[in-house]
């Protein structure tokens, strides 16, 4: 079964430092999207990627914050300077079309990233 | 911003009994409603969804109820099982309300043998 997978599994970095997460989404999807869960909060909508520019995004999406398909098929997340309140788990999902469609979105498993 | 909101953090459930959970909304924009399972070290999974403009969608022993007026749904798995044991959220979106899911915060159903 097609799956959406994430790298790296946990990233511990230093306050300040710059870290990308990669995603691979599902081949044959159109739509990617970034979420963010802070231990004991609700999973919350960073941003929406389609066709190559960014959809929909957040508040939490500020400028330190891109996002980019630099090929066919990954899809990064960057933090230009990260602070210790960007410690969370960070999620990839695709799907078929975009949301607001009643369509599936399929997430993969997650980058734990811790800041310290 | 509490658009979608589980009121019930846990909840636990006998092995064989009905599990009950809810979830309310207040954007009236919203036009699917779509519920995750999510195991520890996992990403969300997808296990129901329900238009708002139907009332009742089953599948197998997942069934999801919609109260429009009340702004409500819930989740109803029977027979519950041990392995239905994860975090349970409720997600909604709408073509007017953003190309993104909103989630509830999450109920943890604990089924015990």
């Known amino acids: 079964e097609p799956e959406v997978t994430q790298t790296p599994s946990h990233q511990v970095t230093q306050m300040g430092q710059e870290v990308i997460l990669r995603c691979v989404p599902i081949?044959?999807?159109?739509?990617f999207y970034w979420y963010r869960q802070i231990l004991g909060q609700k999973v919350e909508f960073l941003v929406s990627?389609?066709?190559?520019?960014?959809?929909?995004k957040s508040e939490i999406f500020d400028d330190q914050f891109s996002v980019e398909r630099p090929d066919g098929s990954n899809f990064t997340l960057k933090i230009r300077s990260t602070k210790l309140e960007d410690s969370a788990m960070y999620f990839c999902a695709s799907s078929v079309t975009g949301q607001g469609t009643g369509t599936e979105a399929f997430f993969g498993q997650g980058t734990r990233l811790t800041v310290v | 911003d509490q658009q979608v909101k589980q009121n019930s953090p846990s909840l636990s459930v006998q092995e064989g009994r009905i599990s009950i959970l809810n979830c309310d909304y207040t954007?009236?924009?919203?036009?699917?409603f779509l519920w995750y399972k999510k195991y520890p070290a996992e990403g969300p999974t997808f296990l129901i969804s329900i238009s708002s403009i139907k009332d009742k969608n089953e599948d197998g022993r997942f069934t999801v109820f919609l109260n429009k007026s009340a702004k409500h749904l819930s989740l109803h798995i029977v027979p519950s099982q041990p392995g239905d044991s994860a975090v349970y959220f409720c997600?909604?979106?709408?073509?007017?309300?953003?190309?993104?899911?909103?989630f509830g915060g999450g109920t943890r159903l604990m089924v015990k043998p």
């Open positions: 990627f389609y066709n190559n520019e960014i959809s929909e």
């Open positions: 081949s044959n999807h159109l739509y």
């Open positions: 997600a909604a979106e709408g073509f007017n309300a953003g190309n993104m899911l909103t």
């Open positions: 954007n009236s924009m919203f036009d699917y």
